[in-house]
C-alpha cells in the first residue's frame, strides 16, 4: 500500500529526527508554534538548537524567480589582509540557491539580519537602490550590532573585519557604483548578498562543500550564519521598544522549555499577538518589561517566528474575522506524531486532500485524514482555535479555546440531523425547506458540521452586535461567536438568553429588512430545530425556574431514535385510514407532547396554540379571501404582549366563527384541532398575568404562527401517505 505521507520527515531516519524533536508540552499557543518551527526545521535537517534555526530561507520561496535576481559583491578573502573587490554577478533566483543565501529576514524592520538583504517589493529597484544596497553589503551591515562582536568573538570574525576594512575604502564605493550602473538595467527586483573567495585551509570552522564558481555563499559560511543568528537575537530584546536604545530582556524561565536563561518578550510570531503595536489590548504587557509577562528565550523565539509558513493558511475568513485552528497530538511529542502533524500542516498548506474531501472545512479534512489513515491518533487529535482580528488597526483576539475537537461538532451536527429526521418529517406538522440550510433534510451530519465551523449555522438563526456599524466588528460581545464556541468546546449556553437572541433577529428582520411572514416562520424553524438540537446535544443548560427550557425533545432518546408512524391500529395489524382533522389534530398533539419545553408548562403552550390559531386563521383570510391586512398583521411577533394577543384573541375567534359558516365544509372553524385547545383565559377580554417572560411569550408565540402556517400543509401529506398515497413533505 502507498504510504499517504509525502512530508520530508517521513523519509528521515527516526533516530536522527528524534533528536531534533521538542520535548516540551504543548501547554500554550507559544509552546505549540515553536513546536511547529522545530519540526519545520527538522524537515530541512536543522536542529532547533543551531545557528542555522535562525535562518529564513522559506521566505524567498514565494518569489517570482522571472522577477527577481540575485546580485552579489564578489570579494577575494583568500588573503584576509588584503581583502580585493572583483565586482559584482547577477545570478538567476533558483531553488537551489536559496538556501545558499543565509537569509535572515523577519517581517518588522527595513534591514534584514544577515548580510544577504532583499530590496522593496513593490515595482522595481532602480540602478541607485542597487548601488545602495550593494555598498551596504560592505559598508553599513560589518559595522552593526552585534556584527561587530561576531567579528571579535568568532575565530573566522576576521572575515567581517576584512570586508569591513574594505567598505571603509572611498574607491570601494565607486566600483560599486560603476559596475552596477554598467551591469543592471534597473528592471528586476534585487536579493543583494556578497560571495566570497576563500583558503578554507586557514577558517576554524570552513564550509562543509566544495565552492559552486570557486566562490562561496554566505550561507555556506559559518561565521556568517553566526553572525545573522546574534543579531537576530539582539533584534528580539530590542523589538518594538519605546525608547530606541533600550530592550527587554532579563534573566527568567522560559515558559516553553522551561530553561533558566536570558528571556525576551516580544517575539515575531506568525499570528502577531504579541507584537506590542497596541499595549493598551494586552493589560500589563509593556514593551519595555515584556519579557516579564511572556518570557521566551531567543531560541525559543526564532522557533515561533519558523512556524509562519505552517501558520499562514490554517485559518478561514468570517465576517472580517480570521479564525484559525491549529492541529496537533496530545500527549508525549514522539517521531509518530510529529510526521503526521508536518504532513497535515503541509497538506493545509498546500491545499492537498483526497476527492472525497474536497470542500470542506479544513478542521473536517485534517479529522478524515487522521480516521483514515492513522485511526490510533484520532483520540489525541485536538486543534488550538484562535478568533483575531488582523487590520491597520492591529491585532485583536477575541475567543481562543486550546483544545477542541471535532467530538463535540460532530455530536451537535448528528443531533441536528436528528432533530430534522423527526421535527420535519413531516410528522409533526412542521415541514422542511430547501434552500434554508438548517431545516433542509438533505443535509448530513458532515455538512451541518461545515456550517458550524464556518458559522453559517448561527449566522442564519442569530444577529451581529451592532449590524449597522459597516466594518465595525466587536467579536467579543457578538452572540455567534459565543455560541459557535459553546459548540466547538461543548459548554454550556443559557437558554433564555439564546431565545431573546433569537427575537432579536427576527425583530430586526422584520424591521430592517422588511421581510415577510413566510421568511419570517423558516427562521423560526430553523431556531427551534437549533434549540432542540442543543438541548438533545446537551449543551443547554437548566434553568433553575425554566429547567424544561433544557430539556431534550422525547424523539431524542435511544428508544424513539426512529420516525415515529401515527395513525390507529387495524385488526389486520396495518394502518388504517385516517382524516385530515384527526391527522391535524394528532399531529398537533404529538408535537406538543414530544417537546417537554411545551408539554410541561401551560404558559408556554398557550402563547404557542395561540400563535398556531392566529396563524391558521390569517392563512384563511390571505388565501381564501385575498385579506391583505391579517390578524397576523397587526402585531409583530417580536413586540406582541400578552395584553395586547388577549385583545385580539376574541376577535379572531369571532372571525374564524363567522368563515367556517360560511364555508359548509369546514364545519365550526377553520383551524380545526386547534380552536377547542385554546385555554379557556385566552379567550376572555381580561389580560391575565402571564409568569413566563416576555421573551418566551413572543418566542413560543413566533413559533406558533409558523407552525399553523405548515399544519394544514402536513396534516395532509401525512393522510395522503396513511392512505397509501407517495407525498413529499419538504416544501420547495
Known sequence: MTSPLETPLASLDPAELADKIPTFELTSLNALLAYYGAIELASKGIKPTTDEAFLTPDRLRGLDSEEWIIVSVDIDLRDHTNPQLEGIEKHALTDERISDLGLSRYSSGKRDHSVTNVGKKSGTNTVEDVQEYCVERVAKWPEREPIQSVADEHPDGRLITAISSLGEDDDTQAQLENAVEDQYEGSSKVISTIRLRLDTDSLAEPPADEPSGNKYWPGE??????AAAERNRTKLAGKNVSDGDGVSKGDGTCSVTGEETEVVGAVEGPLGVYALQHTDEMFGFQDDSSWRQNPLSARTGVL?????SLVRSCYWSVGGLRVYALPYFTGEQTVEKAVFTHELLNRIRDDRWDEQADGDNQVLQVQRFIEQNKPELLDALRFYFITLRTDSAGVRVFFEEPAVT???????????????THLLGGHLGLTARENWSLIDPSATARQLAELILNRRYVIETLLEPYPNAGDYKDAATDPRESVTYAVLTGDMVDPEWLLSQYMRRLKYDRRENDEDDSNTQQKVKQQFTQLQTFAGAGILSTPQHDPELAAPPTYMTPQDSAPQEYGQPATDGGTEAIGYVETLSTQLSEFIESHPVLDEDTERQGAFLAGVFVSMVSKHQREERNISRTFMDRYDVGEIT???LMQMLPKVIAK??????EADELGSTVAP???HRLPEELATDEPTDWEISPVQFRYFYALGTAYGEDASYAASAAMNESNGNESEATQK
Open 221 to 226: 559560511i559559518p561565521v556568517f550564519i553566526a
Open 304 to 308: 515561533i517566528s519558523q512556524s509562519d
Open 406 to 420: 471535532t467530538l463535540s461538532v460532530l455530536n451537535v451536527a448528528r443531533s441536528h440531523e436528528r432533530v430534522v
Open 642 to 644: 400578552p395584553s395586547q
Open 656 to 661: 374564524d366563527g363567522i368563515y367556517a359558516r
Open 673 to 675: 384541532g386547534v380552536r
